[in-house]
Nanobody, 119 residues
Framework: QVQLVESGGGLVQPGGSLRLSCAAS????????MGWYRQAPGKQRELVAG???????NYVDSVKGRFTISRDITKNTPYLQMNSLKPEDTAVYYC?????????????WGQGTQVTVSS
């Protein structure tokens, strides 16, 4: 059974930085993509940043130039470096990995980590 566990969230002042990590237990094969999503209170979950198996990245417009997604393929671990944080970045952040386990493709999700940007 594969589980994803996020870490690195917390309370930070506007303009500050955080780095999120997502540790995967169990082996995931044929990973199509990794990504970070967020959900703020009263809003739908949105894709913040994604990276394909080929290393192509994409970002929601509101974080371009401030956030950077990266990965460690050997550990099935995506990272999200968040700089110049703004109060509107406050949300629960979830990691996602799309890959194959036991011959079937799944979307795996973490339980979420809270990021709060406030002075």
């Amino acid at each position: 059974q594969v589980q994803l566990v996020e870490s690195g969230g917390g309370l930070v002042q506007p303009g500050g930085s955080l780095r999120l990590s997502c540790a995967a237990s169990g082996r995931i094969f044929s990973i199509n993509s990794m990504g970070w999503y967020r959900q703020a209170p009263g809003k739908q979950r949105e894709l913040v940043a994604g990276i394909t198996d080929g290393g192509v990245t994409n970002y929601v417009d509101s974080v371009k130039g401030r956030f950077t997604i990266s990965r460690d393929i050997t550990k099935n671990t995506p990272y999200l470096q968040m700089n110049s944080l703004k109060p509107e970045d406050t949300a629960v952040y979830y990691c996602n990995i799309n890959g194959v386990v036991a011959g079937r493709r799944y979307d795996f999700w973490g339980q979420g980590t809270q990021v709060t940007v406030s002075s």
